[in-house]
């Protein structure tokens, strides 16, 4: 239907690639939040979506006072992320110790519509304290003048979500595999009983996913933000469900897992669109989930449950 | 059983005051929803009718005769409609403001095409009413549901000159309609081909790869359907990527929190809008009398209500007469003052002049363009 050069196929691959990357990476990033805390006391927190989106509000607000007191640049982007991830990470702290703790012996139905529930407060808690409006975010991140002569195939803020994203995700690899918090933390996952036996304070541990899961979830909810240039308190509960089948598709529990599955997903997505059409952007994503959990039914690098133990 | 008592009560009241009424009169029918559901759509309506009748008969009526307003309810409901229809008939209406609904409009349209009756809607938006050509006594003063696309696609291939427009919409009821008619007529004028038909799904997280598919596709200018969060994604998302692509969209984008979230990238980007009607005299007159005679503001489809009242009026005056066939010619071709602008009718039905302007944002503001 068109004709066009070999050049311009190549690039346009490119382009698709790098946009999948982008987009993966922040299914990622959130995915992370779902699985540590799925692995750790097999919970499906669906008020996950709603800590991204506290993130990006709190971000919001941070870089607007501080225009407001003439910063600018690269320090509003940095002032505003750290803080937006304190206040995730308290958000998802407090949120644990509300919502799921007191039900953590509880049938394992009822802390899953305690998370419900607390998703649709938090929505509409920001939807009655700040606007259901959308709102304007700033554009944090500059467009590099380095970048000027590609700049129409990756823009400063793709770029930054995809160096992000690595270095977060080798921080985070190293904070589970190397420290004593990690290990204490693996060690609560595989076995709670045993755990408290050799002296590991599991409430701390179990504290301390969510604070990590919940800054994952601020970092994304910031750079996604200032990438696309709006917000309301509703981006949640897509890019949560996104997350979630990325964290699905990996293999739930899985670190690796929510990463890879967040990639895939996202590159699936960009080239769906990209070859055949957006209007099968998510037939193509769950066709694939559920291809996959045919073959793999506890995702692409899960553990099966006969391994536990 | 109830129902059915007062219903006999009040058709024997009317029955006994339809007889009463002079037989040198202007029968005017004022058909449409004045119960149930959908009332606020219709009793705006007969509000209106009552104004526009009292003011003319105050002058003395049309032709010498005193104008009598007779409303009739439907409900909204098609099956009720043909009733409501045979009613008017019945007391030998000689011209119907009416009906509101669409469906109960087409319900309708049937018996009093038959029976020679000109048949003005203040309110129905389907398209077929008029395009069909299969109801010549019907006329409307409201746009139809695909005028917005039809506006874009003139806009864009008659003043712009694009030859490739691609077509992106929201998947929802609203913005997949104004894409499809407008893919429609862009493919019916023979003038520039639709490169690109796509549905972006609200909310996702972003738009890059359609972006990029726009790109691909040398479109010289994208048709949005659809409201204005997508619409600053996707412009944002082009400008950022340095394409000029021309964006035209609709009234869902036709608003200031457009203009408010995309900041920089909203400058250039064209979207329809209603016609601004507020400041006419006209507006601001029938404005006014709702208040004093009702102490509230007007309802829904008062203005186009009030339009079509005086537009029916006048034609009756211009013919001279409340022949169909010369009723029909008035309303062709003499113009009419209406809070909607000077208005006719054109051969199918549909008045001119009336409905949606093209604008476009300059310096953070929405700006009529007047070609």
Redesign the interface.
């Known amino acids: 239907m068109?004709t066009?050069s070999f050049s311009?196929s190549v690039l346009?691959f490119i382009?698709?690639l790098l946009?999948?990357l982008?987009?993966g990476s922040?299914?990622a990033l959130i995915a992370l939040g779902y699985t540590m805390v799925y692995g750790i006391i097999e919970l499906i927190n669906f008020a996950h979506g709603e800590i991204y989106m506290l993130g990006a509000f709190t971000a919001l607000i941070v870089s607007g006072i501080m225009t407001l007191h003439g910063y600018a640049g690269m320090s509003v982007f940095f002032t505003a992320m750290l803080i937006a991830v304190i206040y995730s990470s308290a958000y998802g702290f407090t949120l644990e110790k509300i919502a799921y703790k007191p039900l953590r012996n509880a049938p394992r139905l009822s802390p899953l519509i305690s998370a419900i529930g607390m998703s649709i407060f938090l929505q509409n808690y920001v939807m009655l304290a700040q606007t259901s409006?959308?709102?304007?975010f700033p554009s944090l991140i500059p467009?590099f003048e380095c970048l000027s002569w590609i700049?129409?195939m990756i823009?400063g803020p793709?770029l930054v979500i995809l160096v992000t994203t690595i270095i977060v995700m080798i921080c985070l690899t190293i904070l589970i595999k190397y420290t004593r918090i990690g290990k204490a933390m693996r060690a609560t996952a595989q076995d709670k009983k045993m755990a408290m036996l050799v002296g590991i304070d599991i409430n701390r541990m179990i504290s301390a996913t969510f604070v990590i899961g919940s800054a994952l979830a601020a970092i994304a909810g910031v750079l996604?933000a200032t990438?696309?240039?709006?917000i309301?308190f509703?981006?949640g509960?897509?890019?949560g469900i996104?997350a979630f089948t990325a964290a699905v598709l990996g293999g739930i529990g899985s670190i690796p897992g929510a990463v890879l599955g967040g990639l895939i997903l996202g590159l699936t997505?960009?080239?769906a669109?990209?070859y055949v059409?957006?209007?099968y952007?998510?037939v193509f994503a769950f066709a694939l989930l559920v291809l996959i959990l045919i073959i793999r039914p506890s995702g692409l690098i899960g553990r099966s449950e006969l391994q536990k133990v | 059983m109830k129902h059915s008592v007062i219903q006999i009560f009040v058709s024997l009241v009317i029955a006994i005051f339809g007889t009463n009424v002079q037989a040198d009169t202007i029968k005017l029918g004022v058909a449409g929803a004045h119960s149930g559901d959908l009332a606020s759509y219709g009793l705006p309506s007969v509000k209106a009718a009552e104004l526009v009748v009292e003011d003319i008969n105050a002058k003395g009526g049309i032709l010498g005769k005193k104008v009598v307003m007779m409303p009739e309810d439907d409900a909204c409901k098609p099956e009720l409609a043909t009733n409501t229809a045979t009613r008017l008939i019945s007391k030998k209406v000689h011209v119907v403001m009416g009906h509101i609904c669409s469906g109960a409009t087409k319900a309708a349209l049937g018996v009093y095409k038959d029976m020679n009756i000109v048949t003005m809607s203040p309110s129905a938006t389907n398209p077929d009413l008029t395009q069909s050509g299969n109801y010549p006594n019907f006329f409307r003063t409201i746009a139809s549901d695909d005028a917005q696309a039809r506006l874009e696609v003139d806009f864009a291939i008659n003043i712009l000159k694009i030859k490739k427009i691609a077509v992106i919409h929201d998947k929802g009821d609203y913005g997949k309609g104004l894409a499809e008619f407008a893919s429609k007529f862009i493919e019916q004028s023979g003038k520039a081909t639709v490169v690109l038909y796509e549905g972006v799904t609200p909310g996702a997280v972003d738009y890059s790869a359609v972006i990029r598919k726009i790109k691909r596709s040398k479109a010289g200018a994208v048709i949005f359907g659809g409201y204005h969060p997508e619409a600053s994604k996707l412009v944002s998302g082009m400008r950022k990527k340095r394409m000029k692509t021309i964006f035209i969209s609709d009234d869902g984008v036709k608003d200031d929190t457009f203009i408010k979230v995309a900041k920089k990238y909203a400058e250039g980007v064209y979207a329809t809008g209603p016609k601004d009607v507020s400041k006419h005299p006209m507006t601001k007159k029938a404005t006014k009398d709702h208040q004093k005679k009702y102490g509230k503001d007007p309802g829904a489809f008062f203005l186009n209500a009030y339009s079509a009242t005086l537009a029916l009026l006048n034609a009756i005056e211009k013919a001279g007469t409340t022949k169909y066939d010369a009723i029909r010619t008035a309303l062709q071709n003499e113009y009419v003052e209406t809070p909607l602008g000077k208005i006719r009718f054109d051969r199918n039905g549909d008045a001119l002049g009336v409905g949606f302007s093209m604008y476009q944002v300059k310096n953070g503001q929405y700006v009529e363009r007047k070609e």
């Open positions: 068109m066009e311009e346009y382009e698709l946009g999948g982008t987009r922040i299914y409006d959308f709102m304007p467009d700049d129409y823009g793709e996604i990438h696309i240039g709006q309301n509703y981006i509960f897509i890019a996104k997505e960009s080239f669109t990209g059409s957006s209007d952007e998510d």
